[in-house]
Nanobody, 115 residues
Framework: QVQLVESGGGLVQPGGSLRLSCSAS????????MAWFRQAPGRQREFVGV???????HYAESVKGRFTLSRDNAKSTVYLQLNSLKSEDTAVYYC?????????WGRGTQVTVSS
């Protein structure tokens, strides 16, 4: 049973940066396509980006050019680098495999962009 733990969130000013981590335990996620999602208050969870097992990445239009996905297979960890943050990026960020596994959702990590 895979358990995903997201970390690295925090409070940052507009224009700032954060690096989020998605660490897997219980089994390796190296062979899976992994994605990040986010959910802002009062809104549905939305797709942020995906990194395939071979390293190809695809991003939502709203974050393209600002966010970067990477993965470290030795650590079974997926990263999301957030740059040029905007207030509308404020949300709880989650990772999961693709196709989604409902039993893989972690608690997420809160990102708050505010001056």
């Amino acid at each position: 049973q895979v358990q995903l733990v997201e970390s690295g969130g925090g409070l940052v000013q507009p224009g700032g940066s954060l690096r989020l981590s998605c660490s897997a335990s219980g089994d390796s996620v190296n062979s899976y396509d992994m994605a990040w999602f986010r959910q802002a208050p009062g809104r549905q969870r939305e797709f942020v980006g995906v990194i395939l097992s071979r390293g190809y990445t695809h991003y939502a239009e709203s974050v393209k050019g600002r966010f970067t996905l990477s993965r470290d297979n030795a650590k079974s960890t997926v990263y999301l680098q957030l740059n040029s943050l905007k207030s509308e990026d404020t949300a709880v960020y989650y990772c999961n495999r693709v196709p989604l596994r409902n039993d893989w959702w972690g608690r997420g990590t809160q990102v708050t962009v505010s001056s």
